[in-house]
């Protein structure tokens, strides 16, 4: 399934309003934001995909469209929204004319950091350079244009070389007044400790199915509810990774398999054989690996389900979940080839037992 340009564009961070399952962190962020004692860095962490670029720039827009400022003198905090009644979360205007000049790179005080393009190679930089993080200095050094705050979105640290790790060092020794620096790291045991020392931690959490499940909705992609749970199973709590995986050729497997068992305990073999040659195609390897995750999450919802039914029935599908496990074991050791092994589980699954009456469940 291939995403429409249109929807890439939309997901992108920067573009982005939907973040769902992230409500403890975005506590965190503004809890610290109304104290009036706000740090000036903040380092957001978690694996790739979870949400930490569109969490940065939801808190930029939140803070940009609000025009909050902390007084120096006194510590006072004013904005033009009623204090009293704080905001819950960082929701916002998308469509905001303020909104709209951030996301289009026109709004002054709006800094966005990230691999930039070689022009002599056409391609994008495997690094951060140190010249970028020299952008971040010649940004700061102007007085804010609407007389908030400026803000600094650095999505991530961990492209960062040695030279510009010591450079933005310098920069969150002492930034100005009303600034805001949020740093993107999706493996925090690589920062130096001396930037983690100078930012306020948030650890963004993996997102759970049914989380994925209502991102995967909102982004509009035609899904049936079996291919969502299928995508969101596979993507360790990472929307980035459900959506790289719906335009692979995931779905077409998982659909492939789920014909074949449909027809349990019948098994057309030349589907399988089909089904294998899907898969040899496949270099990463990827597909076959879920591919053992489908079967493996069938057979045992056949262990448990015949457990409810007929206890005595249990047993050949736990020798079945054994002896996948032997196969997969022995595919690491022994090199074997992966299509023998898929084919050598469909002849387990097609002789667990003539009169097993399984009904595919969700994988």
């Known amino acids: 399934m291939k995403l429409s340009e249109s929807l890439r564009e939309n997901r992108l961070p920067i573009n982005n309003?939907?973040?769902?399952?992230?409500?403890?962190?975005?506590?965190?962020?503004?809890?610290?934001?109304?104290?009036?004692r706000i740090?000036?860095?903040?380092?957001?962490?978690?694996?790739?995909?979870?949400?930490?670029?569109t969490f940065a720039h939801r808190i930029a827009r939140f803070v940009l469209t609000n025009t909050f400022v902390l007084h120096e003198e006194d510590g006072l905090f004013s904005s033009n929204l009623d204090l009293d009644k704080k905001a819950t979360n960082l929701n916002h205007d998308i469509n905001d004319?303020?909104?709209?000049?951030?996301?289009?790179?026109?709004?002054?005080?709006?800094?966005?950091?990230?691999?930039?393009?070689?022009?002599?190679?056409?391609?994008?930089?495997?690094?951060?350079?140190?010249?970028?993080?020299?952008?971040?200095?010649?940004?700061?050094?102007?007085?804010?244009?609407?007389?908030?705050?400026?803000?600094?979105?650095?999505?991530?640290?961990?492209?960062?070389n040695t030279n510009s790790s010591n450079a933005i060092l310098k920069v969150l020794e002492e930034p100005p007044l009303n600034t805001l620096i949020l740093l993107i790291c999706h493996n925090s045991m690589s920062v130096l400790e001396t930037i983690k020392s100078r930012c306020r931690l948030i650890k963004l959490k993996l997102l759970d199915e049914d989380v994925l499940v209502s991102l995967l909705k909102e982004y509009q992609?035609?899904?049936?509810?079996d291919e969502s749970r299928v995508l969101s199973g596979l993507s360790d709590g990472s929307i980035g990774k459900a959506l790289h995986l719906a335009e692979g050729?995931?779905?077409?497997?998982?659909?492939?398999?789920?014909?074949?068992?449909?027809?349990f305990p019948k098994?057309?073999?030349?589907?399988?054989?089909?089904l294998g040659n899907t898969i040899v195609r496949d270099k990463t390897g990827d597909l076959f690996t879920h591919v053992m995750h489908f079967l493996a999450n069938w057979v045992a919802n056949n262990v448990k389900k015949s457990a409810i039914s007929d206890l005595e029935d249990t047993y050949p599908?736990?020798?079945?979940?054994?002896?996948?496990?032997?196969?997969?074991?022995?595919?690491?050791?022994?090199?074997?080839?992966?299509?023998?092994?898929?084919?050598?589980t469909f002849v387990l699954i097609k002789n667990v037992n003539k009169n097993s009456k399984s009904v595919l469940g969700q994988f």
């Open 17 to 36: 309003p939907f973040l769902l399952g992230q409500g403890e962190a975005e506590q965190k962020f503004l809890s610290s934001f109304f104290s009036k």
């Open 39 to 53: 740090p000036h860095a903040w380092l957001l962490t978690g694996p790739k995909g979870i949400g930490k670029a």
């Open 97 to 160: 004319p303020i909104c709209r000049r951030i996301i289009s790179g026109g709004h002054p005080d709006f800094l966005h950091i990230t691999r930039t393009l070689d022009e002599k190679s056409g391609k994008i930089k495997q690094q951060i350079t140190v010249d970028e993080i020299r952008k971040i200095n010649s940004f700061l050094s102007l007085t804010p244009s609407e007389g908030g705050w400026r803000i600094i979105v650095i999505d991530s640290i961990d492209d960062f």
């Open 221 to 225: 992609i035609n899904l049936s509810m």
């Open 249 to 263: 050729a995931t779905l077409e497997v998982f659909n492939q398999i789920k014909a074949i068992l449909n027809t």
């Open 267 to 274: 098994i057309d073999m030349l589907k399988v054989h089909e």
């Open 317 to 344: 599908w736990l020798d079945t979940w054994d002896k996948m496990g032997g196969s997969l074991d022995k595919l690491t050791s022994l090199n074997l080839d992966q299509k023998q092994v898929l084919l050598n």
